[in-house]
């Protein structure tokens, strides 16, 4: 079945700088890569996505990057702001399974 | 347009009593899905779910534990029996029939005594 990598764990970064998470899959067919944000006590917020078929969107400072021949995506957040701080998932999935594989998140910490 | 809503939100249970997690999807969602947070972890799929229909339950322990979403109503995730390995975080999350994108409720924090 499909495995997720996330990395790093933990990132902290100063207010206004940039943060950046990266993540590999294993299964070639997976095709969906969606990102969520997790605050505290709360479900996971759905922040953006991508499919195997672009490279790269953004959506005002988030912006997620795919490469599919060497299987890793990317999140990053530009102008970073304390509410940023959160546990960021990455996750995949394949079009005949609709579940979601999840990576082991990132704890993102935003100093003031 | 509300969210998808799940409840209870916290749930404390003696082991062997039984867990009910009921899950109601975003309106027009046809699609549900459960899975499990422990702590400190990433989210595990559990089972996929459409209305009077379970289409994957792969990720799903195959004693004590079972889903339904029937014609009305909510969509139910059992536990009997519980034991304390099954406090975590479950989660429901839903989608329309034509795309990918899940969106999930706020959990149901369940915790075994």
């Known amino acids: 079945g499909e495995n997720v990598e996330q990395h790093p764990s933990t990132l902290s970064v100063q207010e206004g700088d940039s943060a950046v998470i990266k993540c590999t899959y294993s299964d070639s067919a997976s095709n969906y890569f969606p990102w969520y944000k997790q605050e505290l006590g709360k479900g996971p917020q759905l922040i953006i996505d991508i499919r195997s078929n672009v490279g790269e969107k953004k959506d005002q400072r988030i912006a997620v990057t795919l490469n599919k021949t060497a299987k890793h995506f990317s999140l990053h957040i530009t102008e970073t702001q304390p509410e940023d701080s959160a546990v960021y998932f990455c996750a995949a999935s394949r079009p005949s399974a609709r579940q979601l594989t999840f990576g082991s998140g990132t704890q993102l910490t935003v100093l003031p | 347009n509300a969210g998808v809503m799940q409840n209870p939100r916290h749930l404390v249970r003696r082991r062997g009593q039984e867990a009910r997690l009921r899950c109601s999807p975003m309106?027009?969602?046809?699609?549900v899905y459960w899975y499990r947070q422990l702590p400190e972890e990433g989210l595990k799929f559990m089972v996929y779910?459409?209305?009077?229909?379970?289409?994957?339950e792969s990720g799903m322990p195959k004693e004590r534990f079972s889903a339904e979403f029937p014609k009305e109503g909510p969509s139910i995730l059992r536990i009997q029996q519980v034991v304390r390995g099954d406090s975590a975080a479950y989660f429901c999350?839903?989608?329309?029939?034509?795309?990918?994108?899940?969106?999930f409720g706020p959990g149901t924090r369940l915790t075994v005594l």
């Open positions: 309106k027009g969602h046809s699609h």
């Open positions: 999350a839903s989608s329309p029939d034509s795309l990918n994108e899940q969106f």
């Open positions: 779910l459409q209305k009077e229909n379970i289409i994957d």
